[in-house]
């Protein structure tokens, strides 16, 4: 069965750091691309970034300066460091490995 399990959110103030974490089951993560999106309150699901299993990297541009995806191939696991936060990366972030998706964690940034 696959799971993939997000956690490391929070309640945050601005300027302050986060680091989400995407644990991966089993051998889906093997060899494949991993991407982290986040959905607002009433707004539609966004993509973040993403990092293939060469570590090649790419953001979308709410991200570029702020944020870094990285992954463990070891421990099946890809993170998201989340710097310089603001209110409006405020929303729940979830992890996803082609079709898979996980139960997503909430991030909080305080004004």
């Known amino acids: 069965q696959v799971q993939l399990v997000e956690s490391g959110g929070g309640l945050v103030q601005a300027g302050g750091s986060l680091r989400l974490s995407c644990a991966a089951s089993g051998s889906i993560f093997s060899g494949r691309t991993m991407g982290w999106y986040r959905q607002a309150p009433g707004k539609q699901r966004m993509f973040i970034a993403l990092i293939n299993s060469e570590g090649i990297t790419h953001y979308a541009d709410v991200g570029k300066g702020r944020f870094t995806i990285s992954r463990d191939n070891a421990n099946n696991t890809v993170y998201l460091q989340m710097n310089s936060l603001k209110p409006e990366d405020t929303a729940v972030y979830y992890c996803?490995?082609?079709?898979?998706w996980g139960q997503g964690t909430q991030v909080t940034v305080s004004s």
């Open positions: 996803s490995i082609g079709v898979y």
